[in-house]
């Protein structure tokens, strides 16, 4: 069972991101703020549940968190300041977005910008051992889904709907096929050094 903080506060917000090593689309990033006393036993990393379970755990965050927020940054300004900074931006953004402002923040990984003085850690795999931020997770994972499934809509041919944006074989494929497309992040250097990949 995954601890539901990592601090002493209250209010300690958890956040994390999705899509920091995709080839298209956005990175979007969520921060929430758990109630005390809050456990669900499917909660988990985001990367170790089914897709139907995190569809199924997405309102159920929504509805018990005392505040949560979703921050999306396009693939135009992780090309202006590189995929790093993009997913820390997006974290900041969806801790902005929260109706009450932290007191403590626990961050997915190592690297982590200071956000308006209120201090916060950094944890390695924080999502397979805190709630707050494998609820973090799993909003970002979610909420980036529905957008590359509806990018899908408009460019097929790269099988997002499958994929998400992730440099599979059938993405690397297409893109050698098609080239690449207006969600696609440039500075990936997508052509040529991403037909050299092997298939």
Known sequence: ???????????EAGTDEAGRGC??????AAAVILPPYFKHPLLNDSKQLSE?????????????????????IDHEKIDEIN????????MHNSL????????????DGNKFKNYRNIPHETIVKGDGKFLNIAAASILAKTYRDEFMFKA????????WIRNKGYPTSEHRKAIREYGSSPLHRKSFKL????LKLDL
């Open 1 to 11: 069972m995954l601890e539901l903080k990592y601090s002493s506060f209250d209010l």
């Open 23 to 28: 080839l298209a689309g956005p990175v979007v």
């Open 52 to 72: 139907k379970k995190r569809e199924f755990l997405r309102p159920v965050i929504e509805k018990e968190a005392i505040s949560y927020a979703v921050a999306f």
């Open 83 to 90: 995929i790093l900074n993009a997913s820390i931006l997006a």
């Open 96 to 107: 902005d977005g929260l109706d009450v402002d932290p007191d403590f923040v626990v961050v």
């Open 152 to 159: 899908h809509q408009n460019y097929p041919q790269y099988g």
């Open 191 to 194: 052509l040529p050094e991403q």
